[in-house]
């Protein structure tokens, strides 16, 4: 009897590791698929603008259209910026909006906001609770500086939806950088 009850249990353990493994084997081929999609945006951005660059760090790719001006952001520095938050598929649009402080987007996605001010956001990069790949994207950002900051799932908040947000979405946050300490 102790040798069947044996059997089951290594049956079971193996059924569960397997399961673990499938569904961690499929996050790694979702989040892959995403960074390919981020990558084809960034090189179809770049070949039909002259000015745009890219930048890569941890996990984060921060497209700049517009070059600011000065000295660049540092990890435990500090940044004032608008922006505007997308779920990432491909490409953005005022449907895969979720969040916004600039008034021009919100306008043009005919958003009603509870803070009609649209105060602009700033954050001490080693604050905790910040999306790393947000916070990733944002090291090396100039005051001045106009750009978008994309990364997979795996980087922003992971296998939880997060309001409108679904479960492991690539995301892309358009950012309008006015200034940054680095203090």
């Known amino acids: 009897m102790k040798l069947k ?20 084997q499929k996050l790694e081929q979702t989040y892959s698929k995403q960074e390919s999609t981020i990558d084809k945006y960034i090189k179809s951005a770049l070949s039909s603008s002259e000015e745009a660059t890219v930048t890569y760090n941890n996990g984060s790719s921060r ?65 905790s609770g910040f999306i790393e790949g947000l916070r990733n994207g944002l090291v090396g950002v100039k005051a001045g500086e106009e750009c978008e900051i994309l990364f997979s799932g795996k980087y922003g908040f992971g296998n939880k939806p997060f309001g409108t947000i679904p479960a492991n979405s690539a995301l892309l946050y358009k950012i309008w950088v006015e200034s940054i300490s680095n203090d």
């Open 5 to 24: 009850n044996i059997i089951t249990f290594a049956i079971v353990v193996f059924s569960m590791l397997s399961l673990s493994s499938c569904v961690k």
């Open 63 to 127: 497209l700049t259209r517009k070059q600011g001006e000065g000295e660049e952001l540092k990890v435990n520095g500090t940044v004032s910026f608008y922006y505007a938050g997308y779920v990432f598929s491909g490409s953005i649009s005022k449907d895969n909006l979720f969040c916004t402080n600039h008034q021009e987007t919100a306008s043009d996605a005919k958003w009603e906001l509870t803070d009609k001010e649209y105060d602009i956001l700033t954050v001490h990069l080693n604050e």
